[in-house]
């Protein structure tokens, strides 16, 4: 096929023995947008120098054309950080669930790196068969690959239940132990809750113990009641404000005098949900707290205070249907 004229020199010179010439030569290319370059672009992704690869990945995801895939993604492999990091974010863009056997094909190479990215993009297809490549990664003797296994996990569409996700609670790396916090907010096993609530209540990690409270919001399970009423008193105040939010799920008359007690935290974060929290129960008790609450500093907690003063008074007002 004849190429066009104005092509020609950057492709001629996209070969020469000069590495500057080729890095000339591949920036033009991206600067023409040409798909007649796509071929010799992938081809410049096999160049000794690392900026002209990095260069070429660029010019391809600009191009965005799907036939560049299965070469960036051999890119994922390379020892350079920076051209990973390019092809990943430009797969990021490009992959779609036609792509989803050149990924699980990555997953069983023996290539950290490739594994890695090849997990991070499975997020993108959310695929369920991708399942049966991901859970080996789970006993991993790499932390960084069990964080992001069980991270997938967590974007694999119908996968309700996973019984091996929940031993993952208990790894001795923080990172896998938070991550894995986070995903089973979306799974229902019979384990998750009590887990969660064991996590949220003892783990050494605040992080961890503030992702519990986080998935326990999306369970709102009544028998985790006890356990964030609990973690209120959690001495890190995003435990106490994932908590409190939670609590908000699941409305309990007994959880009235912790959430007053709330409204003095000395995180106004904290003194706003824990207005929400006393609007959602509408019990007249809270309305003196709340009236006092009207003089916080923090303007935030002044105006929900004041939403949920005249939520207890509307509730009031209501026809009782006793």
């Not at 790196?113 to 990664?137: G, T, W």
């Not at 959430?259 to 824990?274: G, K, P, V």
Request: net charge negative; glycine share 2%.
């Amino acid at each position: 096929m004849e190429t066009n004229s104005e092509l020609a020199p950057w492709l001629e010179m996209l070969r020469s023995p000069e590495v500057e010439d080729r890095l000339v030569a591949v920036k033009t290319l991206q600067h023409l947008g040409d798909e007649e370059a796509l071929a010799p672009l992938i081809d410049a992704l096999k160049d000794e120098s690392f900026l002209v690869q990095k260069l070429a990945v660029t010019a391809l995801w600009e191009l965005a054309n799907p036939a560049a895939v299965p070469a960036l993604i051999e890119c994922l492999a390379s020892p350079d950080e920076e051209i990973r990091d390019e092809a990943r974010s430009a797969l990021g863009e490009l992959v779609a669930p036609d792509h989803l056997l050149m990924l699980l094909d990555a997953l069983l190479q023996d290539d950290v790196n490739l594994q890695l990215n090849a997990l991070f993009l499975l997020r993108k297809i959310h695929d369920a068969q991708s399942l049966p490549y991901v859970l080996p990664f789970f006993e991993s003797s790499n932390p960084a690959l069990r964080e992001s296994a069980v991270t997938t996990l967590r974007y694999l569409n119908q996968v309700e239940r996973c019984q091996p996700a929940l031993a993952l609670m208990s790894d001795s790396d923080a990172s896998v132990r938070r991550a894995t916090a986070l995903t089973l907010g979306h799974l229902s096993d019979v384990e998750v809750v009590p887990r969660l609530c064991e996590a949220l209540t003892n783990d050494s990690d605040w992080e961890v113990r503030r992702n519990a409270a986080k998935s326990l919001a999306i369970h709102a399970d009544r028998s985790a009641i006890s356990s964030l009423e609990a973690a209120l008193k959690d001495e890190h105040w995003q435990v106490r404000k994932f908590s409190l939010q939670a609590l908000q799920k699941t409305p309990d008359d007994h959880s009235l005098p912790l959430f007053i007690q709330a409204l003095t935290d000395e995180y106004s974060d904290i003194r706003r949900d824990a207005a929400i929290a006393l609007g959602i129960l509408k019990n007249p008790t809270a309305l003196n707290p709340l009236q006092q609450s009207l003089d916080d500093p923090d303007r935030d907690v002044c105006i929900f205070a004041q939403r949920a003063i005249q939520t207890i008074q509307e509730a009031l007002q209501e026809p009782s249907n006793a």
